[in-house]
């Protein structure tokens, strides 16, 4: 390590400068100093550039997915699938069927399945009939005339009694 901090020394004790030589160098360091802000603009500039293209050839995907989606609602038969899919349509003579709260049984289960649809038996209009009497035949009172019949009666009592 000795030996090669001597070397170092040696090397740079031998280095002649001449005014020409510092001359070069001054005017590369100034060339250095002038040049930076417009470099350091041109990165920024190609930087924002790249963004740019990338930002069109995103946009323009876009565009192409558009078109696609446009072309294939020009297509009669996905305007048709798109119907029965979103809109449950069917065509004439055909019979849908919905799958409503579908439960996956599990394999190891022991349940049987019975192949007969089940139906609840209630009678809806019977249910509301008896919903219809029984709110309109009760003995008691709405709270908010039963809140403010009192008061109306304390007050003609009031003025009745001060009026003899």
Known sequence: MKRWAEDLGAWASSLRFS???VL???LVIGGAIIVSPTLSTYVQQRREIAELEQSVR?????VDEIDAERARWKDPVYIRSQA???LFYVMPGETQLNVIDDIVMPVESD???SPELSRIESNWAHGLAASFLSAGTTDAAP???AGSAP???DSTTT???SSP
């Open 151 to 153: 008061a109306e009666t």
């Open 24 to 26: 070069i160098v001054v």
């Open 84 to 86: 029965r899919d979103r």
């Open 111 to 113: 349940e049987q399945t």
């Open 159 to 161: 003025t009745e009694e």
């Open 143 to 145: 709270e908010s005339l």
């Open 58 to 62: 995103a946009h323009r995907e876009a």
């Open 19 to 21: 005014g020409f030589t």
